[in-house]
């Protein structure tokens, strides 16, 4: 019986995210309430709070489903020694761009995240996991940089710190724009020719330190 509890109420809180990615798509956050999240879950509005403090918290655990999968492939870069560290950073990007591209989840969570998400008061404590999820993929791209430089990949005065901040701005950018209109350009065929670019420019001019 107990077993069979927690088993509904696993159900209930992926019915709430499933629900929580709908409306926050349709309306934007800052206009859902968390009854009309509970209304499309077929749930009660107690059962949100069950499972979640408010709405930032139902946001940030919407978000962080569809991310861990590129959280861990982050993991794993910048915590692995690389025989060709480019490369590597080649796949780790590739890769985001494809899930993206083949995964409706991922597709509807960075939609909402980049263009439904008004940043309220109420969605400070989710702006404020953003940040951090920001810096520590910085602190794993740039550790896979430095091996880079070790490796003789790159200069011993490349900037890895900007060379970092490039990349993530590139990569992020080619999200949100696909997201704006993914019917403007197939990101599957496209993104690794645009990836490859991005490390071709890195290999023939890093910007230097200083």
Same mark, same amino acid.
């Given at each position: 019986?107990?077993?069979?509890? =927690? ?37 009660t509005r ?8 408010? =709405? ?59 263009? =439904? ?87 023939t001019a890093?910007?230097? =330190?200083?």
């Open positions: 019986m107990a077993r069979r509890t =927690k088993e509904d109420a696993a159900f209930t809180r992926e019915q709430l995210l499933d629900a929580a990615e709908r409306v926050f798509l349709e309306r934007g956050v800052a206009h859902t309430s968390l009854a009309e999240v509970a209304a499309a879950a077929g749930v107690g059962a949100v709070y069950w499972h979640f403090r408010d =709405k930032s918290d139902l946001f940030d655990a919407m978000c962080e489903r569809a991310r861990l999968p590129l959280e861990a492939m982050l993991d794993r870069a910048g915590t692995t020694t690389h025989v060709d560290p480019l490369a590597a950073l080649r796949e780790l990007a590739v890769s985001a761009l494809s899930r993206l591209a083949s995964d409706p989840r991922a597709h509807a969570v960075f939609e909402v995240m980049f263009h =439904k998400c008004e940043h309220a008061l109420e969605m400070a404590p989710a702006d404020e996991r953003t940040r951090r999820e920001r810096r520590r993929c910085l602190t794993h791209v740039e550790e896979v940089m430095r091996q880079a430089v070790a490796a003789g990949q790159l200069p011993a005065d490349a900037d890895t710190a900007l060379a970092t901040e490039a990349m993530h701005a590139y990569v992020v950018g080619l999200m949100n724009e696909w997201v704006l209109d993914p019917a403007a350009w197939d990101l599957a065929v496209r993104g690794p020719v645009l990836i490859d670019l991005f490390i071709a420019g890195l290999r890093p910007p230097r =330190k200083p």
